[in-house]
């Protein structure tokens, strides 16, 4: 399936078309990428281009990747969901900790796009494998999502995203005790030269902004809300980590020894915030922590 997006970029700058797409499109590698240009599959405003051709703020990139997994159609499950809200338009879901979000090498089954197959009689078309997928959390982050019923809605909630104008709020634990009470950490996230697989602050990538404020303070830890106004992968995990106070829970970012017993980090999508698809009015949800979370709080209070 075909899938568009336009082009963002920090400061107006340029960029090669096989770079650009190799951080938009986490399940492929540059060099596939790259097959996949080479093979016409690439529009940039409805012309075929090379992998070196440079690409500005507002281009509309078109594709038409395939790889050759040998994979039948993605197949509904009926696996439980928390439903949030839902109209004709759009859902939001509260995704628990240990969901994949969509189907990936290795990943093919029991993921939420899965699920939402099953529940819903419509979703947006954008991608075979990605089906009303607007933005994903990680696995084990748990928490709010919104879902395109229709590639109306999925067009307009994405629109939202690339200006920031969707608001997204996360509660974490972090490791230690922040000095500051709140604060901002802006910087350029990249792919880790030492592991394709993770993000590091770098001198070069993608320009990244989290604010934090601190909600609680135990003895060794700090409960942290974080305001996303850019949406980068891994984004609060490695900001976190960055200034010196990992995610509970992060295996990937986080301490190799870990105090408590955890399926994954202490990060929770709480709020969302957009303008509708719908009738264009303000809405607003928000999630409890799951209980995993607040019992560990519980006993950190003890």
């Known amino acids: 399936m075909r899938q568009t997006m336009i082009v963002t970029l920090e400061d107006n700058k ?37 992998a070196g051709f440079l690409i500005k703020n507002g281009d509309e990139i078109s594709v038409d990747f395939c790889k050759e997994v040998g994979l039948d159609d993605v197949l509904p499950e009926n696996i ?3 439903i949030v809200f839902e109209d004709e338009n759009y859902a939001v879901i509260n995704k628990q900790q240990g969901m994949v979000v969509h189907p990936a090498p290795g990943n093919y089954t029991h993921t939420l796009v899965n ?23 990680d696995k084990d982050t748990s928490g709010l999502l919104v879902v395109a019923k229709n590639d109306k809605a999925h067009l307009d909630l994405a629109e939202q995203i690339a200006k920031h104008d969707c608001k997204r709020t996360y509660i974490a ?40 404020k601190v909600l609680e303070r135990f003895e060794g830890y700090t409960l942290c809300q974080f305001d996303l106004e850019t949406g980068r992968t891994h984004q609060i995990r490695v900001h976190a980590a960055y200034i010196g106070h990992p995610i509970v829970g992060d295996p990937v970012y986080g301490y190799k020894k870990q105090k408590f017993n955890l399926n994954g980090q202490l990060l929770h999508a709480k709020r969302l915030a957009f303008t509708s698809p719908t009738d264009s009015s303000a809405c607003e949800y928000e999630c409890e922590l799951p209980d995993y979370f607040k019992n560990l709080l519980k006993k950190l209070k003890k």
Do not use: C
């Not at 492929?28 to 075929?48: C, E, F, H, P, Y």
């Not at 950490?185 to 590091?200: E, G, M, P, Q, V």
């Open 14 to 50: 340029q960029q090669r078309l096989d770079v650009y797409l190799t951080d938009a499109l986490e399940d492929w590698t540059r060099s596939q990428i790259k097959k996949q240009i080479d093979m016409g599959k690439a529009l940039v405003n409805g012309v075929a281009r090379k």
């Open 173 to 212: 634990l972090l490791e230690g005790n922040l000095k500051q009470d709140s604060g901002t950490i802006s910087t350029f996230l990249n792919r880790d030269k030492a592991d394709k697989k993770k993000y590091a602050v770098s001198d070069t990538g993608k320009w990244a902004v989290t604010h934090f």
């Open 115 to 137: 699920a939402l197959l099953y529940h819903f009689k419509s979703l947006s078309s954008g991608d075979k494998y990605r089906p009303g997928i607007v933005h994903r959390i």
């Open 80 to 82: 439980p969901l928390d």
